[in-house]
């Protein structure tokens, strides 16, 4: 396997997370500001996100916008954030070409931040399957801003604290896709 930085390499979004230790504003800042230098077009940075700690009402929002089976373990989370990207794009050609690259970025600005991270020793969990309308409203966001993704972040807890049914996907080994099988001819 060629080199790789052991940032990627070691990145793993786990389920169990530590639930007694929090982020403290230095490294919450800190994956913000990842966040907020990652690449985008026109540098226009169409990412917003909603910052929850632990308990606290932003974070009570999101984890009641989130499936029950993900709320088992995602509550345990030290800091839920929303992901979310502008939709209005202006100058950035047809809305819907502008909503697809403001996505893209945020899928940028997301990676970033989840590379911060596991520099500082936390992990990121990213969940799709959440409840759109009902963040937007729960946060009152603008019109104009589509919640993407909820990302439950976090020190790495005990597997053995997660449902069973959890528990063996937990500890199983990664498998990644071969590159070959990435590649296009």
Do not use: C
Request: proline share 8%.
């Amino acid at each position: 396997m060629p080199d790789l930085t052991p940032l990627l390499a070691f990145r793993w979004s786990p389920r169990a997370f530590d639930p007694s230790t929090a982020l403290n504003p230095d490294e919450a800042a800190s994956l913000l500001e990842a966040a907020r230098w990652a690449p985008s077009a026109g540098n226009r940075q169409p990412w917003r996100f909603a910052v929850g700690h632990r308990d606290d009402e932003t974070w009570k929002r999101i984890l009641v916008n989130l499936p029950p089976e993900d709320q088992r373990w995602a509550r345990r989370a030290a800091v839920l954030l929303l992901a979310a990207h502008v939709t209005d794009a202006a100058g950035a050609g047809p809305a819907r070409q502008a909503g697809a690259q403001a996505a893209y970025d945020l899928g940028q600005a997301v990676a970033h931040l989840t590379v911060q991270a596991t520099a500082l020793g936390l992990h990121v969990r990213q969940l799709h399957d959440l409840d759109r309308a009902g963040l937007a409203a729960d946060l009152d966001l603008p019109a104009d801003v589509r919640p993407a993704v909820a990302l439950a972040v976090g020190q790495l807890g005990d597997p053995l604290s997660l449902p069973a049914d959890l528990l063996t996907a937990e500890t199983a080994l990664r498998r990644r896709h071969p590159l070959d099988a990435l590649l296009l001819a």
